[in-house]
């Protein structure tokens, strides 16, 4: 399935959410879009591999990291699951780690940064909550757009 470009969204749509330009692009995938699944967790990932765990069904996982730099949320083990179970992609308000295997996945990856160190594993988390990073609130079922120039997000299915 085709992504719509963003600025055509843009221009169609000039009320729609639009990210801000902080994010870099780490998965085979430059446009991805669907529906939204939220997470806000801080450092620590095992929900991360939860949810990915579930049938994608074309989805996009947001997950609201706190905006850390000190440790990776999402790495290659992770990016193939989320690709087996047919997620289309992942917005990282965080680090990512194993860049190399990321960029082999079928899926689209935009997060703030690499970083070598992996998380925590305390299992903590809010799953299917608002998330709010980046000039954008993420709710839960709206629907994201991204591609290379950036992430816009609507409350339905515009593209």
Known sequence: ??????????DAHPDIQHGESVFRDYGSKLAFSGPIATLKTFEDNPKVRELLETPGEGRVLVVDGGGSLRCALFGGN???????????????????????EIATSNIGVKALAAHPRRSDRK?????????????????????????????????????
């Open 1 to 10: 399935m085709t992504s719509p470009a963003t600025t055509d969204l843009s």
């Open 78 to 100: 992770l990016a193939v699951l989320a690709e087996r179970n047919g997620w289309a992609g992942l917005v990282i308000n965080g680090c990512v780690r194993d860049t190399a």
């Open 123 to 159: 299992g903590l988390g809010e799953v299917g909550v608002a998330v709010a990073f980046a000039g954008v609130v993420f709710r839960p079922g709206e629907y994201l757009y991204a591609d290379g120039d950036g992430i816009v997000v609507s409350p339905t299915r515009i593209g």
